[in-house]
Structure formats: C-alpha cells, structure tokens
C-alpha cells in the first residue's frame, strides 16, 4: 500500500493543495511550525478515507472535493470526487463501488490535537452506534490509537509464541525478561445493550449476558483456555458485575494456533467497539527484577511500541498510518531516538504493505532521519504549500537556529548512542555507510546479536579527530571501538592513527589495525576482488596508494566492472586511465542495496565484522 498523490480543493487554510509522493518510501515525513498545516492536511485524509469506506453502496457527504492515488498489490487507483460524483480511474460512478481501497488507516494521536481526536473518535462513535448488537461482526476500518490501547496491543504481542519478532523486539524495548503463562486477565463488563440481562449462574442462557454470533464464539474459545475448566460462578464477580477470564497461555497458543496477530487483535477490538472490552493485562518481571504491569509505563517508553505494533498487527493488511505529532510530549532525548525506533520497522513485513506518514516539529527528532530532504509545510503566496528541504535547513528551521546539523549535531548523536548501549560500537564516515553495514549485520548473522552499534558519524575527518583525541579513551575507558574509513582519500585519515599492532594485513578483507588505546582499532573497506576495481586501490604489488589517488568508496563493493548500471560511470583520469565511478543518491542507493541484495553480496565484510564481534564477546567477558 502507498499513496501516490493527493489533492484537496478547500480544507481550513489547505486550499488547491496538492502533493505526490515516491510511491516507494515507507516513511514520509512532514515539518513546519504551528499553524502551518500539518495536522489540518491529516484531517482532511482522515475525512477523505472516511468518505471513501462510507461511499461503498451509498455515496455519503464531504464538504470539499478531492483526488487521491494510492497502489495496492501494484495496481493503481485514482478516486476523484467532484460536483456530487466520483470519478474512478476515468469513470464517472455514484458510488465507490468495488474499487480497490485500503483496509485500514490507523491514526496515532499523543493528545496534543483535539480536531484529530474528534475526528476519528466521531467515525469510532458512528460505528459504535452501528455495532451494539451481537450480531455486529465488520471489522473497523478506522483504528484510533491512544493510551486506552496500551493494554490490548502489549498483551496480544506478548501472548504471540516466543519466537515471534514483533514479541522480542517489545521485550526489548521494553525491558520485559519473564512473561508468565498463567497470568494473562481478560475483563469484560456488561455491554449497554444488554442491560436487561441480569446474570443467572443457574441459567446457561444469561451466561456472558447472553452472547451470540462471532462474539460469543471468540469468548467460548478464550474459555477453552482457562486452565482445569470453570463453572460460570468461578469467573463472574457479582459485586462488580464483570467476567474475569485467566488464560492460560501455552492453552491459548494451541487453541488459537494459526490465527494470525491481526486477526486476534481485531476480534479483541470488536470486543472494545461493542463497550464489553474492561482490560487485558498482565504482571511482568523486567530484566532489573522489579515486578510491573503494562499501565506502569510511562508514554515515553511505550511510544515507538505503539507504532511498531500496530504496525505489525496489521502486517498483512494494506494500511495507510498517520502519527500526528507523535514527539509532541516526548523530552528532547526521547525525541532523539524516536525516529531511529520507527526506522526500525522498515526491517519487517510491515514496510511493504503500510504507508507512514509522521508529522513533527521537533529539531531533535528530524536530526535522526535517514532521508537527505524532507517535506516543509510553508506558507506561499497561494496559501499552504509543500517544498522539500535538505535536513540541514529543516533542523534549523524548526530549532530557531538553535540547532544545526553539523559536526555539533553528529556528536550530539555519538554521544546519545555511547550513553544508551553497552555494546562495541562501530563508527562509519557517514549514513550511508551505516546503513550498508546493519544490513550486513542484519544478513549475514540473522540469528545472533553479536553485540555490535553501527553509528554515522559526521565525516571521514570528524572520524579521524574522534579516535585522535582522549575524550572516548578517557570517557568510555575499556569500550571496544572501532572506526571505518572508505579506500579512498580517507586512506591518509586512516593512516595516521598511531597504531599498536595490525589486526589485519590483507586489504581484500578489509585492512585493520589496533590503536594505540588497545580497545579502539580503525578499519579499511575491504578491496573488491575484480582487478579493474582492486587497482583503483592497490598498485601492481597489491600494496595501498599513499598519494592520495585511492579511489574505493563503500559503493563501488556492489558493483560489477563488466556490466555497470546507472549508478556507475568510467571517468578519464590524469595518464591515460580511466576510474568507476559511483554517481547518484548515496543514501538512496544504500537503502536499495540494503532491501535487495541476498547475504552474498555482503561477505566481504565478514572477516571484519566477525573480528569485532568476537572483540565485543572477549570485553564482556
């Protein structure tokens, strides 16, 4: 799923707007200060997809028009609705009819909009109203995220088996170490609908206020998983009038084996749209042996966690989520990371079928995007309008020039990372960089935490001055570290730390060598074997250039001498030779190669990254 285009005729200050999008991004961001549009131009997508799913057999009411192009499972379809009508990928119709549209848009809201709010909890309200019956059994195509879903999305991603990702990386984030298996309470109350009934322990008929449908179904299968059985008595509470269901959850994961997460998740949240839902929770031991529950999290922890699961519950389903703000109550060091923890998804499942759009005002959090331009909602002489901004001006937009995004910003970010891990971290010249080597991480040790950060720092003399200098070796004393330079003209920063010892002595994996403080070593990108490229690094004795004429940046170890593509062109050089190049977008290219490229492509990088792991084991002991 992802939008193409939309335009809105009038909406608050929107008026003729109009933006398109890559069509391939998981994640699109958009900045401006206060006031300038970003929250109304998510209110009016709200209302426009609302419109959309209300529209299917009757067409229901908007007060603007529109146009908005979105992709599901590679097909495109344009929706225009003008004068009364929809137009249809060309044809003119009355309704939506059986056009492709998405089967969810989930909205995040930290509080801080209240139109945002009334929007989507008038649509919940509607469907609601629509659903107090047992027989209700459409799914919502809205889905409003808020603190009152803490309890449901943590406790449906912890009944998941352990192996399940999405249920390590939450127990990650959220320093969970034991999740007991018989302490999982699912509270239901009386649903207004059914106040009439009145609880007969000695009448089947009355038992769950007399369910029916596909919710009593659901709650007879969570019954099954309360351990040795139950009489109605043992788990209705007359005083407070309320069922408390204990599931079992080696019982629960055998009776609800091969349903999927989404699937369980909705039929709890058909559960809160009918007002039976009172809670799911349970008691946990984190990793520091204190005991705590799922409300015992402030919102600061749990804001990635929301994001990340909502994003793979609905993994399966083709999903357009809107994060109106999300930052917006964070502290600045929260801010930091969040976008690091949202990036985090584009790993999963979730990023081929859900398109984010984040809104933000926050230096702090744009400082940690991958995307070298971002979209700045700006007032113009039309009225609102959408420019793209390298990140450099937006930080300091947004910050008042109180932030730029400099060698101040790079180390703002080395030093977050130094305070907030334990493990040997490996600093690269750049982003791209970075990115090329998780992906190596990631793929050529897929089932191991080899206890290795990779950082960006600023540049490859940034780099250099921070392994020179005495602030890591002082600071972070025994810290395993190490620096990567690309084999170009970063060769002579390289060559000019003071060495100990060589770690390594064949450029064709990667030269390294043991600083003077024994537990920082610095790094050569390996040199591609073909011997069109190995010379642009190494003369005929296969020893390095020293003059400064190497030329190997990460790029040119995906690439193939005899067959270039785009991203490469031969360049006349000073003696009659010629060089490859790499042109283009460097950290579009590294995200690609990064998505596409199978584990192989990555095993240049082996011995080295095996080196350091096996330093990183050896300093904790």
């Not at 426009?48 to 908005?68: C, K, L």
Request: hydrophobic share 40%.
């Amino acid at each position: 799923m992802r939008l193409k285009s939309v335009w809105i005729s009038e909406y608050k200050n929107i008026r003729d707007f109009s933006i398109a999008f890559d069509g391939g991004s998981f994640l699109d961001i958009f900045v401006g200060k206060n006031g300038t549009g970003k929250s109304n131009f998510f209110e009016a997508l709200v209302e426009i997809f609302r419109h959309i799913f209300d529209s299917r057999t009757e067409q229901d009411e908007i007060a603007f028009s529109y146009e908005v192009t979105y992709e599901i499972d590679g097909k495109d379809t344009t929706i225009r609705f003008h004068d009364e009508q929809f137009t249809i990928n060309g044809r003119v119709q009355k309704t939506v009819g059986q056009a492709p549209i998405p089967d969810n848009v989930l909205v995040y809201y930290s509080g801080h909009n209240p139109t945002i709010n009334q929007t989507v909890s008038r649509y919940e309200k509607r469907f609601a109203d629509q659903s107090r019956s047992w027989q209700a059994s459409a799914a919502r195509k809205f889905v409003g995220i808020r603190s009152d879903y803490k309890e449901l999305l943590l406790s449906v991603l912890l009944m998941q088996e352990d192996s399940c990702v999405a249920r390590q990386y939450l127990c990650e984030k959220l320093q969970i170490d034991v999740v007991p298996k018989e302490a999982f309470e699912l509270t239901l109350k009386r649903p207004s609908f059914a106040s009439r009934i009145e609880v007969d322990l000695g009448d089947p008929a009355t038992f769950l206020w007399g369910a029916e449908g596909a919710v009593r179904t659901f709650l007879d299968r969570l019954t099954d998983c309360i351990k040795g059985g139950f009489s109605i008595g043992s788990i209705y509470d007359s005083e407070s009038g309320q069922y408390v269901i204990k599931i079992d959850l080696a019982l629960f994961q055998k009776v609800f084996a091969g349903m999927p997460a989404a699937e369980l998740f909705r039929s709890f949240d058909q559960l809160k749209a009918i007002d039976m839902f009172a809670g799911l929770s349970v008691p946990l031991r984190l990793m520091n042996g204190d005991v705590a529950k799922v409300g015992d999290f402030s919102d600061g922890q749990f804001q990635s966690v929301y994001i990340f699961a909502i994003s793979e519950l609905f993994k399966d389903r083709n999903c357009i989520t809107l994060l109106d703000e999300p930052d917006s109550f964070l502290h600045p060091e929260w801010q930091f990371g969040f976008l690091k923890q949202v990036v985090d998804i584009t790993g999963t499942d979730a990023a081929k079928t859900n398109h984010v759009l984040l809104s933000s005002h926050s230096a702090s959090t744009i400082a940690r995007s991958q995307e070298p331009e971002i979209r700045m909602f700006q007032f113009g002489e039309k009225g609102v309008n959408v420019v793209s901004k390298d990140k450099a001006s937006i930080v300091k937009s947004l910050s008042a020039g109180l932030i730029t995004f400099s060698e101040k910003e790079a180390k703002l970010s080395i030093y977050e990372i130094l305070e907030n891990t334990t493990d040997a971290v490996l600093f690269t010249e750049g982003l791209s960089d970075k990115i090329i080597l998780d992906a190596a991480i990631e793929k050529l040790f897929p089932d191991e935490d080899i206890g290795l950060v990779v950082q960006g720092a600023f540049d490859r003399i940034f780099l250099r001055n921070l392994f020179s200098r005495e602030e890591l070796r002082k600071n972070y004393k025994g810290r395993r570290m190490f620096a990567l330079f690309d084999f170009d003209e970063a060769f002579n920063d390289w060559d000019g730390l003071k060495k100990s010892e060589m770690v390594e002595e064949d450029p064709l994996r990667g030269l390294g060598k043991r600083l003077v403080h024994r537990s920082h070593c610095a790094f050569l990108l390996p040199v591609p074997g073909h011997a069109v490229i190995r010379k642009q690094a190494l003369n005929a004795d296969g020893a390095p250039y020293s003059d400064g004429s190497a030329c190997v940046p990460i790029e040119l170890l995906f690439c193939d001498p005899d067959n270039l593509n785009e991203h490469f062109k031969t360049k006349e050089v000073m003696g009659g030779g010629e060089v490859i190049q790499f042109v283009g977008d460097k950290v579009a290219f590294a995200k690609k190669v990064s998505a596409d490229l199978p584990a192989a492509a990555f095993e240049c990088f082996r011995p080295m990254l095996e080196f350091m792991r096996n330093e990183a084991v050896e300093a904790k002991g």
